[in-house]
C-alpha cells in the first residue's frame, strides 16, 4: 500500500513535469509572450531606440523611449529576457508554491483568483454528470444482464449505442432547446445562487455530459456481468437458494466493476473536453470556457495553470481507481 | 431415466463426461436455464418439486436440498470473506442475524474439520488452500442442515490425499445427520467405496442401475461391464494393457433411433440397431437397458457370435479376449 501511494506520487511529478514543461515550451515557440503583453509594441527595436538611432514615425522620441520603458518593465515582470529552461524553472518553483502569476489578458488579476473563481462550476458540472451517468448505467446494466440477449436487452442495446454516436453538442443544443427553451421544463441559463437553483440549471449540462458516459458505462457493466453470471460461485448462490436479487447485487456486482471503473479513470480526460463544450452551449462560466478564451489569447500563465491543474486531477483520479481495485477485490489487494 | 433414494442413503451416479451427470443434478436443483426444455417428475419427499419450482418456492434449494460443485476454486464468491458466504445462506433463509450467523458459520467451519475457524470466518477464498476451500463449499451446503446434499464430483479437483479427507467428511457428516446424498464421480473406485446404490449413466440415460455390490459383481449392461473391466487392478502385473473402450460417446443432437452404446460394444447384434433397449426391472433392484446383457446366457451367446465373426452388428472389429 505504501510502495503504491509512493510509486504513484513519483508518476504524479513525472507527469506534471512533462506536460507542463511541453506546454510551457509549446507556447513559447508558437507565439510570442511579449505581443501579447504590450500588443503591437512588442515589435519595437529598443536597442537601437537607446541608442538614439530610431525616431518613431509617429510620435517624438521621447514618446518612444516611454514605449521602451514599458516593454522592459513588462518584460522584467514576466522575466522575458531569461532563456526559456530558466523560465521555465522559475515558473515551476512559483506555481509550487500556488503562485500561478498573473493573467496577461486581464492586468495585474492573480491566475489563481480567475481559477478559483471559474473551477468550481465545472467540477460541479462534471460529478454531476458523473452521477447522473454511474445512476442510470449501474441500474440499467445490471436489468441489460439480468435480461440477457432478450428484448430488454436489445433496446437498451440500441439505446446506448444511439446515446454513444449523438455528440455532445447535437445533444447539448436539442435539450436545451426543447426541455430549456420551448417546454421551458429546465432554465436555459446557470444560477448558482442556491443549491437548487444550481440543480435544476446544471441537469441538462451535465445530462448531456452524462448521456454518452452512461451508455459506455452500461454496456461495459452488462457485458462483464453477464460474463460473471456465468461463474460457478454464482451457481453456487443459487443452489443455496439465494434471490435473484440478491445474487445479482451481491455477488455479481462486485467483482462485474472493474472495467466500468477503469473506463471512469481514463474517461476523466475526455470528461473535460465535453465539459468545455457544454459550456459553452449551455454559458456556464466555468474552466473550460475560461481555457478555450485563455487559448486563443495565447494568455499563458492561465492555461499553463489549467494544464497543471487537469493534469492533477486525471493522475489523482486514476490513483483512486487503483486503490478502488484493491476495495473491489481482495486478491488485487494481497499483491500491492 | 428414473431412480428413486432414501433418506439416508447415498446413490453414486457415474459416467464419462457429456453422459448428463451435471445436467441431472443441475435438473434437480432447478439451475438448468431458462431455455431448457424440461419433463418429467422429481418428487422429494411427496412434494412435486418442479411445482415448487413454478410456485417460486424461497425455501427449498439451499435449505432441504444444496449442492457441492466440482471446483472450490471457482465455487467461492472470490470478493466476500469465507464466512459471509456460509452465513448469507443462514441470514436467508433462517432469518439469523448478522452476529449470529456469523457464530454459526464458525461451529460449522469447526464440523467440517476446517482448523482455527475463528480466523478462516475473516478470510477471502484465495487465502486457503483447495481443501479447505472444499471444507468450506461444504459447510455453505450443510449450513441449512439439508436432507438431500448433491455433490458434483467434489473431489475432482483436489488431490488424491485431501480426495479421501473429503471423501470421508462428507460419509460421517452423512451419517451424523441422516442425510441423503448423490455423489456424481467418473472415479468408478470412489462409486464403489462410498455409496449405497450406483446408476450408470450413457448418453443421457441411465442404462443399469442396483445396488453397488450387484452393479459391479453381476454386470448387466455391456458398458458397465466394459467400465469395470477398464479399472486398473492393483493384482495384475505393472505396465500391464489396460482395457478400453473403443470409439467415443455419440453426439447427442439428432441421435439415432436404436442403443446409443451399440457402436462401442462387443455385444451389439442387428436389434441393436434397429431399437433402443428399453429398461428393464424398473423399481426393482436391479435396472438395465439391453438387449443382450453381459454375464447371461443371451449376452454370451451374442458376445460368441461377434468374435466368432470378428465383427459386430454395428461393424466394430474384435478379437478374442479372454474373459475373466
Redesign the interface.
Known sequence: MRSLVLSRLAQLVLVLLAVTFLAFSAMNVLGDPLFNIVGPLAELDCDAVSRGEIASTSSSLDATRTDCEIVAEAKAEFRLDEPLMKRYVLWLTDSARGDFGTSFASEGVPVSDILKEKFPASIKLMIYAEVIALGLAIPLGVYGAYRANRRPDRILSVVSFGALAIPNFALGVVLLYVFGLKAGIFPSSYDSSSFRTELTSLFLPALTLGSGLAAGYQRLLRTDLVTTLQEDFVHMARAKGMTDRHIMFRHALRPSLFSVITVFGIQTGALIGGALVVEQIYLIPGVGRELVTAVVRDDFPVVLAGVTIIATAFVVINFAVDLLYGWLDPRVRAKS | MTFTLEQGEMLGIVGESGSGKSVTAKAL?N?LPRTAEIDGRVRFDGEDVRALAAAGS??????RM??V???PM???????KCGEQIA??LR??LGHGRVAAMKAATDLLEQVGVPEPGRRVNQ?P??LSGGLRQRV?IA??L?CEPDLLIADEPTTAVDVTVQKRILDLLDSLRKERGMSMILITHDLGVARGRCDDVAVMYAGRIVERSSTETLFDRSRHPYTDALVRSIPRIEQPSHARLDPIPGRPPELIDPPVQCAFAPRCRYAQADCLESVPPTEGVGESHEFACHHPANTPRGREALANNVAAGVTAAGLQISYRKTR
Open positions: 436443483m439451475l424461497r425455501h427449498f434449494w439451499g435449505v444444496t449442492m460443485f466440482q471446483d471457482t465455487s467461492l464468491n472470490p470478493v466476500k448469507e445462506t436467508y433463509h477471502y484465495h487465502q463449499v455453505m451446503a449450513a
